[in-house]
């Protein structure tokens, strides 16, 4: 098993407008780009961000070895309740997976 952080040359987490975020991952190399497509699952990707299944929009890009995830807020950006007007820290969470 490898965690995402050693597979990845960078994880990149940004509003995508004031209702979803965007986490990108971008992957060293092809093989360690089909390594991650093979063995990160949706469902993993929604239990770290405690998401419906159905609420995760995935794309694997292989001309870019980079791995789209969006998903919706929980909160509108910039409302009382917003924690993170930019959406940056969701790359966090997703650097020690060990996938």
Known sequence: MKTLLQLT???RS???GPFWV???LFFKNKKSF???IKNLSNEEVCNILKIKTNKLK???IENLKVIKLSFPRKNIQGSRLDRDMHGASFAILFEQLSI
Request: aromatic share 14%.
């Open 14 to 16: 940004k509003n995508a």
């Open 34 to 36: 089909i390594y991650a």
């Open 58 to 60: 995935r794309f694997d």
């Open 22 to 24: 965007t986490v990108d």
């Open 9 to 11: 040359k960078n994880i």
